[in-house]
């Protein structure tokens, strides 16, 4: 069974970078598609960024050339870099795992992240 135990969030100012770390465990980490989900309060969760096994990577708009998802298969961890925190950018933000063998999506505990000054 996949599990997927993020870290890294925290209060920063506007401006400011932070990077959330997304260890998995549970399977083969290479076959897996990786991602990025937030919540901002009372709005509905939004995809940030995704990986596929091959390195092909999309980012939503609004994070576009701010974030940067990378994944390390010999530490079975994907990162998102975040550079230039806007508020808009307040969010619980979760790690997801996508098996396309199976159709199964795996979703970490989320880590909250605050921009304010």
């Known amino acids: 069974q996949v599990q997927l135990v993020e870290s890294g969030g925290g209060l920063v100012q506007p401006g400011g970078s932070l990077r959330l770390s997304c260890v998995f465990s549970?399977?083969?980490?290479?076959?897996?598609?990786m991602g990025w989900y937030r919540q901002p309060p009372e709005k509905q969760r939004e995809l940030v960024a995704s990986?596929?096994?091959?390195?092909?990577?999309n980012y939503a708009g609004s994070v576009k050339g701010r974030f940067t998802l990378s994944r390390d298969n010999a530490k079975n961890t994907v990162y998102l870099q975040m550079n230039s925190l806007k508020p808009e950018d307040t969010a619980v933000y979760y790690c997801?795992?996508?098996?396309?063998?199976?159709?199964?999506?795996?979703w970490g505990q989320g880590t909250q992240v605050t921009v304010s000054s």
């Open positions: 997801t795992a996508y098996s396309a063998l199976t159709g199964r999506e795996s």
């Open positions: 549970g399977a083969t980490f290479s076959r897996y598609v």
């Open positions: 990986s596929s096994s091959g390195g092909y990577t």
